[in-house]
């Protein structure tokens, strides 16, 4: 891992590295422009931009509370053949390896730059405009999946950032991040390494998994299916939880009521509307939260998603957008585990 000194943390964290590196990604024609979060009038002004100057380069924001899913809009935004940067989370870079992986963004010319996340507040979703210093944030404020999250570092981008005091700690995992490095001739290497320890917020993942999901793992299916099912008889049909996933990309939604699986002009929804989703989305499910934060009747959705991708994931080994290899198992399943069964969406 090589690690640099950053001359603004205390302002901005990693100000001076990052906003360094995207500079030099520009100027070099690494690539053509950089899609972050940016402040617009002022610091309560933050909007998703495409930069593509070295002087805006200094106008993005590397704090990780914005709400919104930045991999959405590159997928929906982007041509496959522009070659693009990418501010990330590890939530933003995961979704984009599972994009890549249905052919949907061209990761080849995507340039991830990740940032360490401390997870979305209930303020900053709601306003956006939240900054707290990474080893004083108040866990009360941030939202339950982000508490459920273990991976605070964005390992699966090209390069990871991470924040220590006054250093900025880069870690390079790809020949792209090497290219990216090797575009910013202009920061200086320390001598120590940085190791950023992260054991006590992957902890912390595991007690709110734990507490989110042990309450109902303990009841019977019965009481189970009662209690999610009195969540869905709430939804409004809004087709917000759709329509803001990143890894919902069909063009022609089995959801919609022309394709007559779900009624028109019904609400609530027959269950089959959640079912259906939670069928196509489950096994790939990286909790980032974007649906649940979007619903007006703050379905526990994300929790939902995220019980049941747990349980998959313990039968497949599968943890999606790590690696650009693994295929979802409900998308590559055999014959032979079809014919074992033993598995239920209870």
């Not at 931009?49 to 709400?67: G, H, M, R």
């Not at 964005?154 to 005091?165: N, Q, V």
């Not at 943890?319 to 969406?345: C, F, R, V």
Request: net charge negative; charged share 25%.
């Amino acid at each position: 891992m090589a690690s640099f000194v950053s001359t603004d943390y205390p302002q901005e964290y990693g100000g001076g590295v990052i906003h360094s590196l995207i500079a030099s990604m520009l100027k070099s024609g690494l690539v053509e422009e950089v899609l972050a979060f940016t402040y617009g009038v002022n610091e309560d002004d933050i909007a998703p931009f495409f930069v593509n100057s070295e002087e805006d380069a200094a106008k993005i924001v590397l704090t990780s509370y914005q709400p919104y899913s930045l991999a959405r809009l590159l997928r929906d935004y982007v041509d496959k053949d522009r070659k693009i940067g990418i501010v990330v989370r590890s939530c933003d870079a995961r979704a984009i390896v599972e994009l890549a992986k249905r052919s949907q963004v061209n990761i080849d010319n995507i340039y991830m730059l990740g940032i360490e996340c401390y997870g979305v507040t209930k303020a900053s979703a709601a306003r956006g405009d939240i900054h707290i210093h990474p080893d004083g944030t108040d866990e009360a404020i941030i939202l339950d999946h982000c508490l459920r999250c273990q991976y605070p570092l964005p390992t699966m981008a090209d390069i990871s950032c991470s924040f220590d005091k006054d250093v900025t700690a880069i870690e390079v995992h790809t020949k792209k991040g090497e290219q990216i490095l090797a575009a910013a001739s202009n920061l200086s290497p320390i001598e120590r390494e940085i190791k950023r320890d992260i054991a006590a917020i992957e902890e912390r993942a595991r007690q709110q998994q734990e507490r989110d999901f042990g309450s109902l793992e303990d009841i019977s299916t019965e009481a189970r299916l009662d209690y999610w099912f009195s969540q869905f008889d709430r939804c409004i049909k809004c087709y917000g939880c759709r329509n803001v996933c990143p890894l919902c990309y069909c063009k022609d939604c089995s959801l919609d009521a022309k394709r007559s699986l779900i009624k028109g002009g019904e609400v609530p929804p027959e269950t089959l509307f959640h079912l259906t989703r939670l069928a196509h989305v489950a096994d790939s499910c990286l909790n980032c939260g974007q649906c649940e934060m979007v619903c007006p009747m703050e379905l526990p959705l994300s929790k939902i998603f995220h019980m049941l991708h747990k349980r998959l994931s313990a039968i497949y080994g599968y943890e999606p957008g790590m690696n650009i290899d693994d295929l979802p198992p409900m998308g590559a399943i055999t014959e032979q585990e079809m014919k074992s069964g033993g598995l239920t969406l209870d």
